[in-house]
Protein backbone atom coordinates (compact mmCIF):
# COMPACT_ATOMS: atom_id res chain seq x y z
CA UNK A 1 0.00 0.00 0.00
CA UNK A 2 3.19 2.03 0.13
CA UNK A 3 4.57 1.85 -2.81
CA UNK A 4 0.78 2.45 -4.16
CA UNK A 5 0.85 6.10 -1.96
CA UNK A 6 4.67 7.23 -3.11
CA UNK A 7 4.71 10.33 -5.12
CA UNK A 8 6.86 8.14 -7.53
CA UNK A 9 3.98 5.81 -8.38
CA UNK A 10 1.84 9.03 -9.02
CA UNK A 11 4.50 10.81 -10.98
CA UNK A 12 4.37 7.62 -13.73
CA UNK A 13 0.80 7.60 -13.56
CA UNK A 14 0.84 11.21 -14.83
CA UNK A 15 3.56 11.15 -17.32
CA UNK A 16 1.82 7.71 -18.75
CA UNK A 17 -2.19 9.87 -19.32
CA UNK A 18 -0.42 12.87 -20.46
CA UNK A 19 1.58 10.59 -23.21
CA UNK A 20 -1.20 9.17 -23.92
CA UNK A 21 -3.24 12.51 -24.14
CA UNK A 22 -0.80 13.86 -26.73
CA UNK A 23 -0.59 11.01 -28.95
CA UNK A 24 -4.33 11.08 -29.12
CA UNK A 25 -3.99 14.81 -30.09
CA UNK A 26 -1.31 13.63 -32.72
CA UNK A 27 -3.17 11.25 -34.02
CA UNK A 28 -6.41 13.30 -34.33
CA UNK A 29 -5.06 15.17 -37.17
CA UNK A 30 -4.56 11.60 -39.42
CA UNK A 31 -8.46 10.85 -39.34
CA UNK A 32 -11.27 12.37 -40.88
CA UNK A 33 -12.07 16.25 -40.82
CA UNK A 34 -14.95 16.79 -38.67
CA UNK A 35 -16.62 20.23 -38.61
CA UNK A 36 -17.06 22.27 -35.72
CA UNK A 37 -21.13 20.95 -35.67
CA UNK A 38 -19.61 17.18 -35.09
CA UNK A 39 -20.29 15.85 -38.85
CA UNK A 40 -17.65 14.37 -40.44
CA UNK A 41 -16.42 16.60 -43.62
CA UNK A 42 -16.62 14.48 -46.93
CA UNK A 43 -15.18 15.82 -49.95
CA UNK A 44 -17.24 15.31 -53.58
CA UNK A 45 -15.37 14.80 -56.49
CA UNK A 46 -17.72 12.65 -57.92
CA UNK A 47 -21.27 14.18 -58.61
CA UNK A 48 -23.61 12.69 -61.38
CA UNK A 49 -26.83 10.89 -62.83
CA UNK A 50 -26.92 7.62 -62.35
CA UNK A 51 -27.82 5.20 -65.32
CA UNK A 52 -29.21 2.38 -63.27
CA UNK A 53 -27.96 0.29 -60.48
CA UNK A 54 -27.15 -3.52 -60.76
CA UNK A 55 -26.38 -5.99 -59.16
CA UNK A 56 -26.72 -9.94 -59.20
CA UNK A 57 -28.01 -10.25 -55.25
CA UNK A 58 -29.89 -7.71 -52.61
CA UNK A 59 -27.91 -4.64 -51.66
CA UNK A 60 -28.70 -2.04 -49.05
CA UNK A 61 -27.44 0.85 -47.40
CA UNK A 62 -28.22 0.38 -43.35
CA UNK A 63 -26.29 2.04 -40.52
CA UNK A 64 -24.16 4.23 -42.66
CA UNK A 65 -22.61 1.61 -44.50
CA UNK A 66 -23.06 -0.80 -47.96
CA UNK A 67 -24.31 -4.62 -47.72
CA UNK A 68 -23.96 -6.66 -50.84
CA UNK A 69 -22.31 -5.08 -53.62
CA UNK A 70 -24.02 -3.25 -56.23
CA UNK A 71 -22.47 -2.04 -59.82
CA UNK A 72 -23.56 2.17 -60.66
CA UNK A 73 -23.64 2.85 -64.45
CA UNK A 74 -23.79 6.71 -64.38
CA UNK A 75 -25.59 8.70 -67.29
CA UNK A 76 -22.21 9.22 -69.05
CA UNK A 77 -21.39 5.52 -69.41
CA UNK A 78 -18.57 5.31 -66.37
CA UNK A 79 -18.91 2.10 -64.06
CA UNK A 80 -18.65 2.62 -60.80
CA UNK A 81 -18.28 -0.09 -57.95
CA UNK A 82 -20.19 -0.22 -54.79
CA UNK A 83 -18.62 -2.67 -52.17
CA UNK A 84 -19.82 -4.47 -49.40
CA UNK A 85 -18.94 -2.48 -46.30
CA UNK A 86 -18.37 0.58 -48.09
CA UNK A 87 -19.24 3.85 -46.33
CA UNK A 88 -22.81 5.32 -47.63
CA UNK A 89 -26.27 6.63 -47.24
CA UNK A 90 -28.80 6.15 -49.38
CA UNK A 91 -32.57 8.04 -49.36
CA UNK A 92 -33.02 6.95 -53.50
CA UNK A 93 -36.23 4.33 -53.13
CA UNK A 94 -36.22 3.10 -57.08
CA UNK A 95 -32.19 2.55 -57.65
CA UNK A 96 -32.57 0.09 -60.47
CA UNK A 97 -35.06 2.32 -62.30
CA UNK A 98 -33.56 3.84 -64.99
CA UNK A 99 -32.47 8.03 -64.24
CA UNK A 100 -33.81 7.81 -60.60
CA UNK A 101 -30.63 8.99 -58.62
CA UNK A 102 -27.91 10.86 -58.23
CA UNK A 103 -24.27 9.60 -57.43
CA UNK A 104 -22.27 12.14 -54.82
CA UNK A 105 -19.01 10.11 -53.56
CA UNK A 106 -15.68 10.61 -52.10
CA UNK A 107 -13.30 8.44 -54.09
CA UNK A 108 -9.76 7.52 -54.10
CA UNK A 109 -8.62 6.27 -57.59
CA UNK A 110 -11.41 4.19 -59.20
CA UNK A 111 -12.96 2.99 -55.74
CA UNK A 112 -15.83 4.77 -53.64
CA UNK A 113 -14.52 6.07 -50.33
CA UNK A 114 -17.73 6.84 -49.38
CA UNK A 115 -21.08 7.51 -51.32
CA UNK A 116 -24.67 9.03 -51.47
CA UNK A 117 -27.48 8.29 -53.43
CA UNK A 118 -30.47 10.81 -53.51
CA UNK A 119 -33.22 11.17 -55.76
CA UNK A 120 -32.84 12.54 -59.06
CA UNK A 121 -34.77 15.92 -59.71
CA UNK A 122 -37.54 15.97 -61.94
CA UNK A 123 -37.13 14.58 -65.57
CA UNK A 124 -37.28 18.18 -66.15
CA UNK A 125 -34.70 19.61 -64.59
CA UNK A 126 -31.03 19.05 -64.89
CA UNK A 127 -30.83 20.45 -61.20
CA UNK A 128 -30.34 19.28 -57.70
CA UNK A 129 -31.11 21.01 -54.39
CA UNK A 130 -28.65 20.32 -51.13
CA UNK A 131 -28.60 21.93 -48.36
CA UNK A 132 -27.25 25.57 -47.46
CA UNK A 133 -23.88 26.62 -47.97
CA UNK A 134 -21.79 26.81 -44.02
CA UNK A 135 -18.52 28.19 -45.22
CA UNK A 136 -16.72 29.04 -48.47
CA UNK A 137 -13.37 26.90 -48.66
CA UNK A 138 -10.02 26.93 -50.68
CA UNK A 139 -10.35 30.16 -52.27
CA UNK A 140 -13.94 30.28 -53.19
CA UNK A 141 -13.62 26.88 -55.13
CA UNK A 142 -15.36 24.65 -52.81
CA UNK A 143 -17.84 24.93 -50.06
CA UNK A 144 -18.84 23.32 -47.00
CA UNK A 145 -22.66 22.58 -46.42
CA UNK A 146 -24.46 21.84 -43.33
CA UNK A 147 -24.42 18.74 -43.87
CA UNK A 148 -20.75 18.51 -44.23
CA UNK A 149 -19.94 17.76 -47.65
CA UNK A 150 -18.16 19.73 -49.77
CA UNK A 151 -18.83 20.26 -53.20
CA UNK A 152 -17.16 22.06 -55.85
CA UNK A 153 -18.35 25.62 -57.09
CA UNK A 154 -18.32 27.32 -60.82
CA UNK A 155 -16.36 30.12 -60.98
CA UNK A 156 -19.59 32.03 -61.32
CA UNK A 157 -22.14 30.88 -58.83
CA UNK A 158 -25.76 32.91 -59.39
CA UNK A 159 -27.37 34.01 -56.45
CA UNK A 160 -31.63 33.65 -56.88
CA UNK A 161 -32.73 36.16 -54.26
CA UNK A 162 -34.78 39.41 -54.31
CA UNK A 163 -32.26 40.76 -52.07
CA UNK A 164 -29.30 41.86 -53.56
CA UNK A 165 -25.72 40.37 -51.94
CA UNK A 166 -22.31 42.08 -53.31
CA UNK A 167 -20.68 38.47 -53.71
CA UNK A 168 -21.11 35.11 -52.53
CA UNK A 169 -19.57 35.48 -49.21
CA UNK A 170 -22.26 38.06 -47.88
CA UNK A 171 -24.89 36.10 -49.31
CA UNK A 172 -23.78 33.12 -47.43
CA UNK A 173 -23.52 35.16 -44.15
CA UNK A 174 -27.01 36.83 -44.88
CA UNK A 175 -28.98 33.94 -45.56
CA UNK A 176 -27.27 31.39 -43.34
CA UNK A 177 -28.95 28.58 -43.24
CA UNK A 178 -31.96 30.48 -44.96
CA UNK A 179 -30.57 28.61 -48.61
CA UNK A 180 -30.08 26.08 -50.53
CA UNK A 181 -27.68 25.13 -52.64
CA UNK A 182 -27.93 24.21 -56.47
CA UNK A 183 -25.94 21.71 -58.20
CA UNK A 184 -25.56 21.60 -61.66
CA UNK A 185 -25.61 18.01 -62.84
CA UNK A 186 -24.17 18.13 -66.43
CA UNK A 187 -21.25 20.43 -64.90
CA UNK A 188 -21.07 18.71 -61.72
CA UNK A 189 -20.43 22.00 -59.81
CA UNK A 190 -22.38 24.22 -57.75
CA UNK A 191 -24.34 27.10 -60.05
CA UNK A 192 -26.43 28.44 -57.86
CA UNK A 193 -27.90 29.28 -54.50
CA UNK A 194 -31.96 30.36 -53.44
CA UNK A 195 -32.63 32.14 -50.87
CA UNK A 196 -35.48 31.58 -48.69
CA UNK A 197 -36.85 35.00 -48.12
CA UNK A 198 -39.82 34.68 -45.50
Known sequence: MRQFASWRVWAAILVVVMAASMLRACAGDDGPAVSTEGLVSRRLDLISLTATIRSDAPWFVSDGAMSGDATVVLANGRVVQLTDGTLGESSCLFPDVLNAC??????LGDGVVWFALLPAPASASNELELPAIDSLL?????????????????????????????????????????????????????????CLEN
Open 102 to 107: VLLADT
Open 138 to 194: DGVTYARLDNGWEVPLLDRVVRRCETETPNLSSFVQRFADRHVTIIDLERAEVSAVR
